[in-house]
């Protein structure tokens, strides 16, 4: 597999122009409830903390802040465009179907049409040292979002 | 024509690329191609490559002469026995020691370990009135110190944290000034009555510097301090002289000198290690047993406990030989030439911060630095879709690099396998990393 393979240009431009970067100060509509995850990757030392809030059954803000390498960064960029606007159901299935095919070794092909942009990933899976790099902000939502409901 | 073996040239010759690359001969995993290009590995200082004759001494061993050493009165105990001692004095003359000085361990952490855990059951021992009356100077206690550096490899601090903590002794460090370079100024004030250890490291594995290993000595004998020294970065690429050097203790790990994994050195000064408690105990290290106590062998047995790592013991000799007949002045000559074409080059490429001294001061062949922009992994990352082998990471030294300023770096290490074309395409490599992650 080439290198171009593993850093398509979605992933590239993600980890420049990062989406919802920089912890929320925006207060939380009433009645939701928020949660907050910090993760960390002892081997490399990528972070990340990932805060949701949740509406009636919906996801209605992710951010996050953190440090690490392209991969990790851009999956946290990726996950917060994705998720804001998700029910927390559809939010979960999403991040089990992202999970199923990084840990696939690449056996798994990632469907677009439930994966959207996180496809892109894809070739991350071929790669077992940077896999936790993609998976890290993913871990991160699915922890705040059972601290929120 | 056949090559001529690395060990019949002159001593006197300096290295070059053409001897390096008859070198590169004797290990096969060097002639592999990674990622569909020729495997240039730089790694060397997180392990290095095997050559042949460490292989096949591993196999012989196994093939004609394996069984337990120390024990038993069958051929194969004894041939075993010789190998395994054999290859301890082998170790010995490597580095100026005596034969008794010499423990095997499965590796430099383990051998800091041990030393630490040794001063912890001195205290206790001491303690009790147990051992002998020199003990007492070996305790270490409330209101004693143990220095290290802030430059030291995670083996070479947190051994020495939990010394602390098992002691109630306090851990202190002397610092790095801007360049990397230890203050000795602060050393010399931090180095004092109370210190019982200072541990520092002799070549460091990320800024790869050498450090005054006398003057630090100097300033710990003022004060009667033992003196441990982490040799893992220079035991494989320079002439040691331990006695010279007159460090109460140093280690050093056989996987990064051309040997196998699980096996290391501990070098002590004998009348230290006949004097220490054991930190392992059981089969092999003791005298007497009865139901209630034991009496322990002097060193080296007393801190061999259990069966050893025989065959790895033998390729490390092999290794060591391999080293000691291509001749570790030359390896030196060539590795530090290696390192200054690293960061020159290195210095030249925009967004690129070398760690460590600048290029012409020394340094030991190796080089981490950091990318603008770009995070270590991803710079390894793309060296690797290349074919080249780096470290990218912390590197064992969160400390040193949180003191940088950086969570992580990529370190290129080059071994007496490296030509200077390793260097030049590793150095062409880095140029077009920051273009490839649009910085």
Known sequence: MSLDQLYQQIILDHSKTRHGSGLSETPAPDGAQTGQSHQLNPVCGDEVTLRVAVDDGNVAQVSWDGEGCSISMASASVLSEMAEGMTVDELHETIGAFREVLRSRGKIQADPEILGDAAAFEGVARYAARVKCAMISWVAAEDALNQAS | ?????????????????????????????????????????LDSGATSQNPLSVIEAEQEFYEQRNAAVHRGAHHLAVEATDAFEDARQTVAVFIGANYEEIVWTSNATEGLNLISYALSNATLWAAQGRGEPRLKELAVGPGD??????????????????????????????????????DLEQAAEIIGESTRVLAFTHASNVLGIINPVHKLVAMAREHNALVVLDACQSAPHLALDLKKLDVDFAVFSGHKMLAPTGIGVLYGKQELLDTLPPFLTGGSMITTVTMERAEYLPAPQRFEAGTQRISQ??????AVNYLSETGLDRIHAWESELGQRMVAGLERIEGVRVLGPAAGEERIGLAAFDVAGVHAHDVGQFLDARGIAVRVGHHCAQPLHRRLGLTATTRASAYLYNTTDDIDQFLDAVSGVRSYFRV
């Open chain 2, 145 to 182: 110190e143990i220095v290290v550096t802030e430059m030291e490899h995670h083996a070479n601090l947190i051994p020495w944290q939990e010394l602390a903590f098992r002691t109630g002794a306090t851990l202190r460090y002397i610092p790095i000034d801007g360049s990397g370079s230890l």
């Open chain 2, 313 to 318: 013991a033998v390729a490390l000799a092999a």
């Open chain 2, 1 to 41: 024509m056949v090559a001529t073996p690395a060990h019949l040239l002159p001593s006197t010759s300096v290295l070059d690329n053409a001897e390096v690359l008859r070198i590169r001969n004797d290990f096969p995993a060097l002639s592999q191609t990674v990622n569909g290009q020729p495997l240039i590995y």
